[in-house]
């Protein structure tokens, strides 16, 4: 048996499971009605994701808060095109289709079946999960998700790379340094600041208006960082009259948006390093059970079949 390298997989949980969502055909329910395509099209990724890139330790990443307050204090308008109901005291309600929602508790239970830990952050998202666990990592890290934002975690000299899954889970692709820069031209180093300039409609950032990728990356490219662009506009140097009425403009979304749109990296969570391994015919059998009685089908066993791979390589 040829041992496999040390590699950490997190997986943007919520990212996955609504791409499960929408790309399984709803067609096959649990016993009770439930829909399950979520919950197999997850098992399924998973499958896939352990046999192709054989990690040594999986985590999926959980957002036990969707939307922090303390980022809607900053810029009110985060992600609040997706609430559906404000709540005082806890996270607000995200528009989740119903179908979906109820599938939530047995995507848990069978992440649990499978000897997959699950880490979530109170008042955080699953982004800064992950941002906390690859600052953490001594090993290789594969990031797997759909959201750009991370790709400001990417690092070659540490390993840690994104497996990029907007294209689909037959088109993956591998983000690395030179990908980012190919891409956008920034370094994923100056991403969060590009990301902060150029504004995301989908989560509710404005950007600075007029200023765009391209404009953002030339900004980066002759100044560095947003403070240095910040500090060129103040004084009046290094870029035209126009922009620099632009950037002196946006200051006070300038002022808290990097907060906002930076992935926390020092949350007081741990890896628990528990090894993926296959799993003790005990476990294999509790499984199956489980996919039994939930129509899970040939997803979990193809899930489990990966996990017995591990041993054979």
Not at 171 to 196: C, H, M, R, W
Request: aromatic share 4%.
């Amino acid at each position: 048996m040829t041992e496999r390298e040390p590699r950490l997989m997190l997986l943007d949980t919520a990212s996955l499971y609504f791409r499960a969502f929408y790309g399984v055909p709803d067609k096959v329910k649990a016993p009770d009605g439930t829909s399950v395509n979520a919950v197999r099209g997850l098992l399924d990724m998973i499958a896939k994701l352990t046999t192709t890139y054989e990690p040594t330790h999986l985590i999926a990443c959980w957002d036990d808060d969707w939307r922090p307050q303390w980022r809607v204090d900053l810029i009110p308008s985060y992600k609040a095109h997706r609430v559906v109901e404000v709540v005082a005291t806890g996270p607000d309600v995200e528009e989740v289709p119903d179908p979906l929602e109820a599938q939530i508790p047995l995507i848990r239970e069978a992440l649990g079946a499978l000897g997959i830990p699950i880490i979530g952050a109170a008042e955080h998202e699953a982004d800064d999960v992950i941002g906390t666990l690859t600052a953490q990592s001594a090993i290789p890290v594969d990031v797997v998700t759909g959201d750009r934002d991370l790709f400001q975690l990417v690092d070659d000299a540490r390993g840690v790379r994104v497996i990029y899954t907007a294209r689909g889970m037959s088109n993956l692709e591998i983000v690395t340094e030179q990908t980012v820069v190919s891409k956008y031209g920034v370094l994923p180093s100056q991403y969060a600041d590009f990301a902060t300039l150029r504004g995301d409609a989908s989560d509710g950032l404005p950007g600075v208006a007029g200023v765009g990728e391209k404009t953002a990356a030339t900004l980066l490219a002759a100044h560095g960082t947003l403070d240095g662009i910040r500090a060129a506009a103040a004084a009046g140097e290094g870029m035209s009259a126009g922009l620099q009425g632009k950037i002196l403009a946006a200051s006070a979304y300038l002022d808290v948006a990097p907060t906002v749109v930076e992935v926390a990296r020092t949350l007081p969570i741990t890896d628990p390093k528990r090894l993926l391994r296959p799993l003790d015919p005990q476990e294999a059998d509790a499984a199956e059970q489980l996919a039994t009685a939930q129509n899970l089908g040939g997803s979990m066993t193809r899930a489990i079949a990966a996990l017995a791979q591990l041993d054979n390589r």
